[in-house]
Antibody, heavy 115, light 112 residues
Framework: QVQLVESGGGVVQPGRSLRLSCAASGFAFNTLPMHWVRQAPGKGLDWVAIISYHGINKYYADSVKGRFTISRDNSKNTLYLQMDSLRLEDTAVYYC????????WGQGTLVTVSS | DIVMTQTPLSSPVTLGQPASISCRSSQSLVHSDGNTYLSWLQQRPGQPPRLLIYKIYNRFSGVPDRFSGSGAGTDFTLKISRVEAEDVGVYYCAQSTQIPHTFGQGTKVEIK
């Protein structure tokens, strides 16, 4: 069955970096676009970025453009989110989601930006 | 950016009774490829979101048939024909027609 497992979250100071990973299994990872979506504590869903199946096309929310980088390694069935210059408002649970229509979601990984 | 507006934001319902959630987009969600990329997601307490409906009315694998989606253009509806206890949670509409993708604010469904 489809599985998405995020990792890499933690507590980090403002201005520092963190890299999230999403390990995918149970489907043809290299044929589908993938998303990162986040959810601040007690808040709604906030789209972060999307990457095409081949990794060439990448799009970002304005709030993270220039600071976050989405990438993928199809040989490892893994999606990444490099987060630089982190801000307090980036504190959230980060989810990866499969395909254009958000077919499946991982359990999420919590990123806390705090001094 | 396309703004997604859900109503109501809270919906207390009686077990076995129907429930309905409306979602309105600030622009048409019809894509140039002819598809309308409007999805409905359910988030139970303490759980990640789960896809219920995609492209307006298509039920995702394993989703009970008491959930149905309808609408066109800018106005969409999610209906639960008979609410069960496991349906408690927050429901989101989402558009993936245009970048940036956007979500509604969420509608909390709870049992009266």
């Amino acid at each position: 069955q489809v599985q998405l497992v995020e990792s890499g979250g933690g507590v980090v100071q403002p201005g520092r970096s963190l890299r999230l990973s999403c390990a995918a299994s149970g489907f043809a990872f290299n044929t589908l676009p993938m998303h990162w979506v986040r959810q601040a504590p007690g808040k709604g869903l906030d789209w972060v970025a999307i990457i095409s199946y081949h990794g060439i096309n990448k799009y970002y929310a304005d709030s993270v453009k220039g600071r976050f980088t989405i990438s993928r390694d199809n040989s490892k069935n893994t999606l990444y989110l490099q987060m630089d210059s982190l801000r307090l408002e980036d504190t959230a649970v980060y989810y990866c989601a499969r395909d254009h229509d958000y077919l499946n979601w991982g359990q999420g990984t919590l990123v806390t930006v705090s001094s | 950016d396309i703004v997604m507006t859900q109503t109501p934001l809270s919906s207390p319902v009686t077990l076995g009774q129907p429930a309905s959630i409306s979602c309105r987009s600030s622009q048409s969600l019809v894509h140039s490829d002819g598809n309308t990329y409007l999805s409905w997601l359910q988030q139970r307490p303490g759980q990640p979101p789960r896809l219920l409906i995609y492209k307006i009315y298509n039920r995702f694998s394993g989703v009970p048939d008491r959930f149905s989606g309808s609408g066109a253009g800018t106005d969409f509806t999610l209906k639960i024909s008979r609410v069960e206890a496991e349906d408690v949670g927050v429901y989101y509409c989402a558009q993936s027609t245009q970048i940036p993708h956007t979500f509604g604010q969420g509608t909390k469904v709870e049992i009266k």
